[in-house]
């Protein structure tokens, strides 16, 4: 079933992958095959790398603003009336009433009763002062948690190629609120006997993690217009035979269905999409022809029925009703289930987050440079093309000549300044060789062509 649906998210996505390829080839400099069939001959093929232009000024921007030198791309503030634990409130309270009583020197339980009351807006004012100074302690101590998180897993890179491919292709994605295994390993030195010995020892940490996931591996749910309204979404994971094997060392896998699979399929069951072919025919990558050894895996989150889960090994809440639905992540490889787990983020979200550079109403994928610009590229690459073809004839004359004029053994194309042609007989009013000079059409074109690149800036 799960294969089925993937199959629908795939179709539903072929018209904007022609989009994304075409805007790809668009950053390269690089003409549809459609229109580079049309280009034969000595006509030129020319292409104006203003796209490429465009898109890295573009993500320069972005950079330069989230990036600031210095400074954190984020910020944790506390909220204006900020909230705390209930017990800390209650503590908090009972602290600056002890101290307004001290203060006071109140003996009696109904002097105290009376002294609180008449300073009631004064104990107020402490315990929010008291709440606001330790919510922004908080708040700066979880900055520092947050930084140090962030810079071991190498965030900033990640989402600076996310925001790349925003430009690109006008989505980006970005995978986070999942953890790691960290694996370190450490030299520890001991003494045995009163000698010196040295052993290696791994030390295993959870870690939170953040990814940058190519929008080519995203299936959502075609009917979702953002990550808020998404009822499932596919990854697409190509891994080598030891990637896909290593997965039986990770929690929640089946090691026993990932053997009966490599068993299966020794040479791998990857399949080679059009847009992976297309794409690497761009980078100019050249591969062999057959298997190429490697799995392709498919990471579903989303809502499944609580009796599949069941069935494919997947442990319910208890107390949990089997006909319910339960936000789940399940992975599935050669048509096996190697993994079945409820979603283990709290509120059930799925992990993926993918961004537009620009929104489109009603549309989940954006639009990028490329889009924005193509009719603009496209009538500019057309005019160079015309105008450099134009130069080309029009820098010299084409000449006409007829060979019954000519003496034997002229040779008209043998062309230099001061040739002379011999001439026998004729029409004396018919020339032998005749020059036509062709129309030189810079202007206009130029024109056009700036009219265009200001397009383009708009």
């Known amino acids: 079933r799960l294969q089925s649906l993937f199959t629908e998210y795939k179709d539903a996505r072929n018209d904007i992958e022609d989009e994304w390829l075409s805007s790809f080839r668009q ?7 459609d229109v580079l069939a049309k280009l034969t001959g000595t006509r030129s093929k020319v292409f104006v790398g203003l796209t490429r232009t465009k898109v890295m000024s573009a993500f320069s921007r972005l950079v330069d603003l989230l990036f600031q030198s210095g400074q954190d791309f984020y910020s944790i503030d506390p909220t204006a009336i900020p909230e705390l634990d209930p017990l800390e409130m209650a503590a908090i309270t009972k602290e600056a009433t002890a101290e307004i009583m001290q203060a006071s020197g109140a003996a009696s339980p109904t002097m105290v009763l009376d002294i609180i009351n008449e300073r009631r807006d004064e104990l107020m004012d402490q315990v929010r002062d008291e709440v606001r100074r330790r919510a922004k302690l908080a708040a700066s ?30 989505t980006g994605c970005i995978k986070g609120g999942t953890v790691r295994i960290e694996r370190n390993k450490r030299w520890k030195r001991s003494y045995v006997n009163g000698v010196q010995a040295h052993s290696l020892t791994v030390v295993e940490q959870v870690k939170p993690d953040i990814e940058s996931v190519s929008i080519f591996d995203i299936y959502p749910d075609p009917y979702a217009t953002s990550n808020e309204d998404l009822h499932g979404l596919f990854r697409r994971h190509v891994l080598t035979r030891r ?48 298997p190429n050894n490697r799995f392709e895996v498919l990471e ?40 079945a787990t409820l979603n283990p983020i709290p509120d059930g979200r799925i992990p993926y987050n993918c961004f537009p550079y620009e929104r489109n109403p009603h549309q989940f994928w954006g639009t990028g440079v490329p889009r924005m610009m193509r009719d603009s590229q496209s009538t ?17 004359p084409m000449v006409e000549v007829n060979m019954d004029f000519l003496e034997a053994g002229e040779d008209p194309t043998d062309l230099h300044p001061w040739k002379v042609f011999l ?30 690149r200001k397009f383009a800036d708009e």
Request: aromatic residues 6%.
């Open 27 to 33: 950053f390269l400099g690089e003409y549809d095959p």
């Open 141 to 170: 101590e979880m900055t520092i948690l947050v930084r140090d998180q962030l810079g071991e897993a190498n965030a900033e890179q990640k989402i600076k190629e996310a925001i790349m491919e925003s430009c690109i292709f006008g």
């Open 243 to 290: 990637q896909f094997r290593d997965l039986r060392d990770l929690d929640g896998f089946d090691s026993d269905a990932i053997e009966e699979i490599l068993s299966d399929s020794p040479r791998g069951n990857h399949v080679e999409e059009d847009h992976e072919r297309i794409r690497r025919e761009v980078a100019n990558i050249k591969l062999q022809s057959g």
């Open 300 to 339: 579903y989150w989303g809502s499944i029925n609580g009796t599949d889960l069941l069935e494919a090994g997947a442990e319910l809440p208890e107390g949990s009703e089997e006909d319910d639905d339960y936000d789940a992540n399940i992975w599935i490889c050669a048509g096996k289930v190697i993994r």
């Open 380 to 396: 500019m690459n057309a005019a160079t093309r015309i105008f450099i073809d134009n130069m080309a004839i029009s820098s010299g």
């Open 423 to 452: 001439r026998s007989g004729g029409d004396p009013n018919a020339p032998a060789v005749r020059f036509n000079q062709p129309v030189a059409n810079a202007n206009g074109l130029t024109s056009i062509i700036e009219m265009f």
